[in-house]
């Protein structure tokens, strides 16, 4: 490899360093010092740029016993200096430590995020060297440290408002649906169910989407209190805005204006009556062509499609105001700060209870279960064999038991401990990981690969900036084949979504992305056995349904 005197990265080195990475972010530094060039796939062309790249990609930290070791350890000296270093960066986002490469080689690296435009090159470059002389100081020789352009976002989508109206004639009747999804349409019917992984959002912020992320019991806090209530689990920012809103607890207060939670937010529904009222259109007129070319056989099913889609459309308009979506009421969110869970580690509290109303499921409360949808179990199969080369010598998969496109959780939860030191490894680079899946309003179906190593993630809160928090996180990023090009985990939307693994047991709820243009390279996402930790010692004694 040829080594050359440290100097600026290349205008095209710069751009295309990270070619590959969802949100292709730039390049500002690296401590290593071989001379980058545009890697091409075999072939007969000669172009340059990105026609006949190799395409980059992020993976799972891999087998590092002692990195591992010392980095997860919230209070070890590493991670300490590291942090202190990285802050000579003024707007940087994220730490991760995550293997990255193409063409299935693959390198472990100390991965530095700042916002564009906030750091020279001067800068980084020493930063980078600090961090990488750092990691040689602890024994790790192994592991070079790059700076990239990169913000951190919740993961929520749209604009806070729209100009939905709230009339008189507003129906109340509406239920969400508790029977079996069927095609077509079967994406717009799930978003009216009582599935996991809908569409959610607050009445009066009726634009600003997330995700419904599982449902949990909670009972009474006296044994003769009756039934468990229901509630779902989201993220905070997803019903409250801490830019606008402000950070402090919300406690339902009978003596208050309420919050009420909708089901699916405005754009979206508006955009599924315009698909229906398109869908019937073409199909009545594909029916029409075929019908007068004798095609009898094949004018009937365009026929039923027609009339599949118009009667959709007909049961859900009376629902166009998203007052008349109401599913259910704000009841807790704690302050949205960092809290510490012991051995000195510090993460984001940023999770709410929604408690369901009466009369607004088609199903009893106590009926409900933690069902994702996942579309048909063909495009399960699909996805898992799509990406097997990146995700083989895991556990083969097991078949999930797919019933009316959905999958039903175990009411299992992934140890903490499972999550960052798995006991399975895969054959890509020898690497411990966890192979698990999620279901976003956004996002939809996708799978990833968990890393074993902590992020350090930077959050800002505030328009002005005068509150600031570190989170450890758990970093996801999707899997992907050595020739494709990394799609991302996670999409604006998705917050609040469910990620579990391939036995189906819950893992944790996704809270934000990091990259740029709201493409996310990497996703963050809280464990949920933390997650239900804290909402007990918080006076809600919940389980999984």
Known sequence: MTMQQPAPPSAE??????????????????????????????????FTGTLNMYPKSLRPAGRHPLLHQLWNNATSSLRVQIVEAVSAASDWTAIDILRVGLN??????????????????????????????????HGIHDVHCEIRESVVTLC??????TDSATEDSTPNDFQLSSMPITTPNAAIRADLSDCLGTKIAMKDMDGRAGTKGLYLALSPSSPSGGEPRIVVLTCRHVVIDPKTEGLQTYSRQASEPLKEVIQVDQPAFEEMLE?????????????????EQGKTDSAAIYSHLADSSKALLEAIKPYEASSSRVFGQLLYAPEFNSTSSGHGATWLRDWALIELLPGRHQAQHSALKN??????LETFLFLVENNRKGWKGLPEPLEPIVENCTVELQQVVVPMGEIFSPVHFAEYVDEPAILVAKYGARGGLTLGLGNTLKSVVRHTETLDGDRESMSEEWAITSVSRA???????????????????????????VMAGGGINGVNDVTYAQPVERLLADIRAHGFNVSLV
């Open 13 to 46: 080195e710069s751009e295309l360093y990270y070619y590959g990475l969802p949100s292709c972010p730039r390049l500002v530094a690296r401590s290593s010092t071989h001379i980058w060039q545009n890697p091409q796939m075999p072939g007969f062309t000669t």
């Open 104 to 137: 299935k080689e693959f390198y472990p690296t100390l991965l530095l995020a700042v916002k564009p435009d906030s750091l020279s090159w001067s800068r980084g470059h020493a930063i980078a060297l600090r961090c990488k002389a750092i990691l040689e100081d």
């Open 156 to 161: 929520t989508g749209g604009p806070s408002t």
């Open 275 to 291: 698909r229906l009222e398109c869908a019937t259109t073409q199909h009545r007129n594909a029916a029409d062509r075929l019908s």
């Open 371 to 376: 069902k994702v949808f996942v579309e048909a």
């Open 483 to 509: 020739t494709d090009r990394q799609a991302a985990f996670s999409k604006k939307g998705d917050s609040g979504s469910c990620i579990w693994d391939m036995a189906q047991r819950v893992a944790g709820i």
